[in-house]
């Protein structure tokens, strides 16, 4: 029996030692299957593109971040580790709120997240982040699992291509109320012609204590501020129709302040800071347009007082500039005018360079200016952009490229020459009637016999009765029936020496046409 139970408690301590071999084995095998996954996890994770995390469900321990959180965050893994929401504190500030009231929905797997974050450098990235939840056997969330992806050159491209389909857009509409407003300019203008020189010729008729003179004087001043304003509008339409050459900056900015002091306030101070030499091609008129604009704008926001600036200097663009990415690498005429005014509300920002758009009472501008103003950069290939703090005042910034050219040779004033008075026969040719006959009250007291016609069928068989009485044709361009470019030649047909003239308020009559006419 003694030798029975020995040899039982050896079989039985035999027994245990296989079963704990085997069990020892066992975990051996299965350490070693949980080493290679662990292994292989962090080989997928190291080697994706996107920073694989891992955390508890009550985000209270970070089980595992990759390796390339640094590099993208640019921040450190063990104090992430330390503090497992670490990684909010690179949040933008302006995406922060957003994105800590997302995060609950990391439990439901609905968490798909892009904001930008910022490094310590200060550069700024943008940062797709997405997460879901690995859940137990009975359903319940134990742990997260997420993604984060770097999409900074993604977002910048699409940034860049919503704001071409925006210009393009931009510029479409304005393409459209350009033509309009050239064509309602164009019918202003010749109504403002006859307003403008009937006033004169009256003037000239009246002694200096009649009655009426003061009157017409001030039809003639408010036909004379209509007339600026027709210029805006034309401007406006036709930004290119100016003669491009070369601008010096500084004498233009200061013929513009010389013009605009002695109306302006004593409460408003002028800065001057103008770098001598600076060079732009472009209508003179145009620019002088743009100083005057932005200038006028400025004190309209200074009711109070305040100070304006306006500088002028060389810059080289070598990236881009925010709010002007389509400006080319190159060296730019940088102007700035900066007021201390009431500055422009937030959100009407966007849309103060749409034209008729005004913030302001409607006696205090057509909304037209700012307008004006971006319709003739952009045709300068320039750009114009505004910073500005309700309450604190706005500078508006105007980038317009170099140009080489030398300075024109400067003339001295002459003194004017008196009017000169001449003899001949004109026939002249405009489908408004008013206009015809304006004409024949300025010409004919000047020595010439004027032969007036609204209508270009009855000029042609005028001219075609007695060709060699007329010394100078006078034509509008644009007419119903029978333009003047079609009269022209009809004339040069009957006889091919008479001067021809051809006036028009649009500025289309281009070098081919000219050349059909010689």
Known sequence: PAEMETLVDVAGQVAVALVEARLNDERRQALEELRNSERLFRQIAENVREVVWMTSADKRELLYIGQGYEELWGRSIDALYRDPADWQHAVHPDDLERVRGT????????????????????????????????????????????????????????DKLRSMERHLAEKRKIEALGTLAGGIAHDFNNLLSAIIGYSELSIISLAEDHPSRASIEEVLKASTRARELVQQIKTFGQPKSGASQSVCLGPLIEEVLELVRPSWPQTITIDIRLEAGLRVRSDPSQIHQVVMNLVTNARLAMQAGGRLTISASEVSIEGNVPGSENLSPGRYALLSVTDTGRGIPREIIPRIFDPFFSARDTDEGSGLGLAVVKGVVEACDGSVTVESTEGEGSTFHVWLPLCESPAPESREDAAPEPTRRGSGRILFVDDEAYQVRLAARILEPLG???????????????????????????????MPDVGGVE???????????????????FADLDQEVIDTLQ
């Not at 609950?104 to 974050?117: A, K, M, N, V, W």
């Open 448 to 478: 010439y016999a004027v032969a007036g016609f609204d209508q270009p069928i009855e000029a042609l068989g005028a001219f075609a009765e007695s060709p060699q009485e007329f010394d100078l044709v006078i034509t509008d361009l644009r």
């Open 487 to 505: 009269l022209c030649h009809a004339i040069r047909g009957l006889r091919n020496d008479v001067p021809l003239v051809i006036c028009s308020g």
């Open 103 to 158: 995060l609950p929905e990391q439990l439901s797997g609905e968490y798909d997240e892009t904001y930008r974050i910022v490094l310590p450098d200060g550069t700024q990235r943008w940062v797709r982040d997405r997460a879901f939840p690995v859940r137990d056997e009975h359903g319940e969330a134990y742990r997260i699992v997420g993604l984060n992806m770097d999409i900074t050159e993604q977002r910048e491209s699409t």
